[in-house]
């Protein structure tokens, strides 16, 4: 493996800092992010969600890793299916029939799984806070286990979650690990910790 076209996926529960480990993970490597798909279809949607609205955030999730499949840089991604999948069988009861075949259609190298350690922080979005959780994280984890895919979790707040998930891509992949000069250098004070 070499780091032309590495793609990271970052799991886990509602409000477990996903979104800023993608952003500061992107920022460590100087490449990019892919934002969660369902956050802003859903807060766009200005009603209830259905089975059909996130059948199609799975089919736009698919769609945004087609356009930087090639891309040379490692691409870190806030979430991916497995979440949509779990999100279909806890909320429906049931998944669709094409979900296996788009998962295949993202590939991904390794997986990072955040730990529920951060605070639950509420908001309109999100839906699943106190023990429900920690049942999703462990779905999530059987999930990626059930696909052989190496991933760590990720647990800590602020810096040392990131330098945490840093050192855990140097250890999935060929991705450098912990730098304080690299990290200085990219601007953490632009990074919510």
Not at 29 to 50: F, N, P, V
Not at 115 to 131: A, K, M
Not at 173 to 189: A, F, H, K, V, Y
Request: glycine share 6%; charged share 30%; with cysteine.
């Amino acid at each position: 493996m070499t780091n032309r076209g590495i793609r990271i996926a970052i799991l886990g529960p509602e409000s477990t800092g996903k979104t800023i480990l993608a952003q500061s993970l992107a920022s460590y490597y100087q490449s990019d992010w892919i934002k969660e798909i369902a956050r802003g279809y859903i807060e766009d949607l200005g009603r209830e969600y259905t089975y059909q609205d996130v059948e199609k955030i799975a089919k736009l999730s698919v769609e945004a890793y087609e356009k930087v499949k090639n891309d040379p840089k490692p691409i870190f991604f806030d979430t991916e299916l497995i979440i949509t999948k779990i999100w279909f069988e806890v909320v429906f009861g049931e998944i669709p029939e094409m979900m296996d075949h788009w998962m295949k259609e993202m590939e991904f190298d390794a997986y990072l799984l955040c730990l529920y350690d951060l605070p639950w922080q509420p908001d309109p979005v999100r839906e699943n806070g106190g023990e429900m959780r920690k049942l999703l994280f462990y779905k999530y984890k059987t999930e990626i286990e059930k696909l052989k895919k190496p991933y760590h979790i990720v647990k800590g707040s602020g810096k040392e979650r990131i330098k945490n998930a840093v050192n855990s891509l140097s250890e999935l992949t060929t991705l450098p690990g912990w730098s304080e000069t690299r990290w200085q250098d990219c601007n953490p004070e632009d990074l919510r910790l």
